[in-house]
């Protein structure tokens, strides 16, 4: 079945940089677009950035433009999210998740377990 | 920017009919879906493309959407059915997600 594997949690320093990765399995990698949600503690769902593994394009939510980078591995099946100069209100579960539909960018299923990224002094 | 709007809560007894609105600026001209997150998982998609069940989901779920709101409807709702739910639409290439209900089946 479809599965979305997530690398585990991460404890960061304010400035610092995080990388969290998504290893896919059960399908056909280069079909989907991998979107990235975040959600801060108690708080909603924050979309932030495709990217397609087809041919790698990508597309950046404006408030994380500049900051954050989404790249693939086709060879391993991994996408990666890179998030730059952290801050505290960075400190959420950050999630990979699949497109619906093969080349297309709408809507989310299935799910990474989630990443806790926590960004403190 | 674009906003979807979402009551913070939703109570109702078992086998009731629960209702969940999504309100947004002319949100009938776009297409939405819902996904239900239980505590300490991952979000699920439960309605896609307003109507559409993705497999393995009750059919006691159901969507529509019109005018300026967005409505996740659970028919004879059950307590296993309790989380927070969000819709989520598109509008200028960017992935919107309500803030959040949730629903109390009790």
């Known amino acids: 079945q479809v599965k979305l594997v997530q690398s585990e949690a991460e404890v960061k320093k304010p400035g610092a940089s995080v990388k969290v990765s998504c290893r896919a399995s059960?399908?056909?990698?280069?079909?989907?677009?991998m979107n990235w949600v975040r959600q801060a503690p108690g708080q909603g769902l924050e979309w932030m950035a495709w990217i397609s593994a087809y041919n790698g394009n990508t597309n950046y939510a404006r408030k994380f433009q500049g900051r954050v980078t989404m790249t693939t591995d086709t060879s391993t099946n991994t996408a990666y999210m890179e998030l730059r100069t952290l801050r505290s209100d960075d400190t959420a579960i950050y999630y990979c998740?699949?497109?619906?539909?093969?080349?297309?960018?709408?809507?989310?299923?299935?799910w990474g377990q989630g990443t806790l990224v926590t960004v403190s002094s | 920017s674009f906003e979807l709007t979402q009551p913070p809560s939703v109570s109702v007894s078992p086998g009731q009919t629960a209702t969940i609105t999504c309100s947004g600026h002319m949100l009938g001209d776009k297409s939405t879906a819902w996904y239900q997150q239980k505590p300490g998982q991952s979000p699920v998609l439960v309605i896609y493309?307003?109507?559409k069940r993705p497999s393995g989901i009750p059919e006691r779920f159901s969507g529509s959407n019109s005018g300026n709101t967005g409505i996740l409807t659970i028919s004879g709702a059950q307590v296993m059915d309790e989380g927070d739910y969000y819709c989520?639409?598109?509008?200028?290439?960017?992935?919107?997600f309500g803030g959040g209900t949730k629903l109390t089946v009790l």
């Open positions: 059960g399908y056909t990698f280069t079909n989907y677009a």
């Open positions: 998740a699949r497109d619906v539909d093969p080349f297309s960018t709408s809507w989310y299923n299935p």
């Open positions: 989520q639409a598109w509008d200028s290439s960017t992935a919107v």
């Open positions: 493309e307003d109507t």
